[in-house]
């Protein structure tokens, strides 16, 4: 699979640059050979070798900083799990995504990708994934965007994971594994370098690709226990030892530690978006030319 020649005048300003995937996605526009630009609101965390501007749902980003730097692409890859409560959370991630939008445009940016959710989709449970719904709806109100729809996302190798695959592997040495249900859950997985690929392509010609979120990620389905089973047996050769626990049971336990003002490493709203997922994601959205590759065949090649 080859990725589109690099536009050489591409100037991309990617937010999130300090987490997961925004840190993924700067290094890939770089090593392509776009003038990239970090937006982040945790600077220490983020390629020192590439130019970085401070960048928060609160405060945005700074006046003009769009215009002086000729930048004419946005990522937007960033979102603030900080607030809680609907209000919150329209406030800070709906509200500041919509502006940065404006800002965008209004400061000569031609082109936005906004990173969604496969967690986003009518109907969904989630505040999460109701927040990216209605991001998507103000980018796609604009005609001038496009949202991309990751499912859950991996690296190779498999160590370097970040987000949920992430947290499933640190928890895969420690024996015995909580389970969220029986993990019959249906997951769908997005290799890093292929939504890197998806975003690329889009990011070069967004509007040629119609204004339908793009569904990125394997068609084929993994349950929550399968995931876990192959991270176990890829790290360590062993078979994970599950111990189910009632959804409801977790969710109502994680909002009493919320609703006492306590943070827990998992979120409540998480459970919603983990045990309700889209029954009918759409990957006819998936363009020509861009292909996600199976999640155990990844990690069987990284095992010979």
């Known amino acids: 699979m080859n990725a589109p020649a690099i536009d050489q005048n591409l100037r991309i300003a990617i937010t999130g640059a300090g987490g997961y995937l925004g840190r993924n996605l700067c290094r890939y526009f770089k090593d392509r050979g776009a003038?990239?630009?970090q937006l982040t609101s945790n600077l220490a965390r983020t390629d020192q070798s590439i130019p970085s501007a401070?960048?928060?749902?609160?405060?945005?980003?700074?006046?003009?900083?769009?215009?002086?730097?000729?930048i004419n692409t946005l990522v937007h890859a960033a979102y603030d799990f900080t607030p809680r409560t609907r209000a919150t959370i329209w406030d800070c991630n709906v509200k500041g995504s919509i502006n940065l939008f404006t800002q965008a445009r209004a400061e000569g940016v031609e082109r936005i990708t906004f990173i969604s959710s496969m967690s986003a989709y009518k109907g969904c449970r989630s505040l999460y994934g109701q927040a990216k719904m209605e991001i998507e709806a103000a980018l796609r109100a604009s005609g001038q965007g496009c949202s991309v729809r990751p499912g859950l996302i991996y690296s190779m190798p498999i160590t370097e994971?970040?987000?949920?695959?992430g947290s499933l592997l640190s928890r895969v040495d420690r024996g015995l594994?909580?389970?969220?249900?029986?993990?019959?859950?249906?997951?769908?997985?997005?290799?890093?370098?292929?939504?890197a690929h998806l975003i690329d392509r889009v990011s070069q010609n967004p509007t040629a690709l119609g204004q339908t979120p793009i569904t990125a990620a394997n068609p084929?389905?993994?349950?929550?226990?399968?995931?876990?089973?192959l991270l176990a047996q890829t790290v360590n050769g062993n078979k994970a030892r599950l111990a189910p626990v009632p959804w409801k049971f977790v969710w109502a336990g994680l909002r009493l530690l919320e609703g006492a003002?306590?943070?827990?490493?998992?979120?409540?709203d998480s459970v919603l978006s983990l045990v309700h997922q889209n029954p009918r994601p759409d990957f006819s959205t998936i363009p020509d030319g861009v292909a996600f590759r199976d999640f155990a065949a990844?990690?069987?090649?990284?095992s010979c």
């Open 35 to 37: 003038t990239v630009f």
């Open 161 to 165: 994971s970040g987000g949920m695959v």
């Open 54 to 70: 401070h960048f928060s749902f609160q405060a945005g980003v700074a006046k003009n900083f769009f215009a002086d730097n000729d």
């Open 261 to 268: 003002g306590l943070n827990p490493p998992f979120r409540s």
């Open 298 to 302: 990844a990690l069987s090649n990284e």
């Open 177 to 195: 594994i909580p389970l969220i249900g029986k993990g019959q859950q249906e997951l769908y997985l997005c290799h890093e370098h292929d939504l």
């Open 220 to 229: 084929r389905p993994y349950t929550l226990r399968e995931i876990i089973q």
